[in-house]
């Protein structure tokens, strides 16, 4: 089926350990994002990219890198992973054309210890 | 800055009320405005409003733009307990350097009892 593939659902780590977050679109998307969502807070941007090659800083973007250099794929890292990146992470995508909502991936649970 | 503020935080009521959700804003220039409903896991897509005054309807719910006052706001009408959930709205920005960007409010959480 056709959408947004995060990988991996549940993760735990120990301060200061790194990893990355993997994203995938099989609907030729040009635009893709990252988000964290906390209690009480919504969704917030963390980064996101207009295209491949691309990337740009959302609200909260400290202690997290990105990269996208297959248009199907954006990656999300953490370098020293902080009990405060304790949180939901969401992708999304969409098309450049107006009038499309969103899709979004399952969500990753990361919990940092 | 863009900023999306939505109001009650929290919502609870009784199967078959009606209830109003709220979202304000401060863009001035956005592409448009969505509805997303969350239960367990990933956001899904609702509405999407661009025009200001025209309701865009889909069973018992419904939503409105007015881009005069800065708002929007989703109606749920004789609710269901599967319309408990988070329900989100977000700007789509237009340009600069909100160009590609999708801010989300706080949510409103809603639980309806039977």
């Known amino acids: 089926n056709a959408g947004v593939t995060q990988t991996p659902k549940f993760r735990v780590l120990k301060t200061g350990q790194s990893m990355t977050l993997l994203c995938a679109q099989d609907m030729n998307h040009e635009y893709m994002y990252w988000y964290r969502q906390d209690p009480g807070m919504g969704l917030r941007l963390i980064h996101y990219?207009?295209?491949?090659?691309?990337?740009a800083k959302g609200e909260v973007p400290d202690g997290y890198n990105v990269s996208r250099l297959k248009k199907q794929n954006f990656l999300l890292g953490l370098e020293s992973a902080a009990p405060s990146q304790t949180s939901v992470y969401f992708c999304?995508?969409?098309?450049?054309?107006?009038?499309?909502?969103?899709?979004f991936g399952s969500g990753t649970r990361l919990t940092v210890v | 800055e863009d900023k999306v503020v939505q109001s009650p935080l929290s919502l609870v009521v009784h199967e078959g009320d009606t209830v109003t959700l709220n979202c304000s804003y401060e863009v001035t220039n956005f592409r448009s405005l969505l509805w997303y409903k969350q239960e367990k896991k990933a956001p899904t897509f609702l509405f999407m409003l661009t025009s200001s005054g025209i309701e865009k309807k889909s069973g018992r719910l419904s939503s409105i733009l007015d881009k005069k006052e800065l708002f929007s706001i989703l109606n749920i009408t004789a609710t269901q307990t599967g319309d408990s959930a988070v329900y989100l709205c977000a700007l789509w920005g237009a340009g600069g350097t909100s160009y590609g960007k999708l801010t989300f409010g706080q949510g409103t959480i809603l639980t309806v009892h039977p």
């Open positions: 999304a995508s969409r098309r450049t054309a107006p009038g499309y909502g969103y899709t």
């Open positions: 990219s207009v295209g491949e090659g691309t990337t």
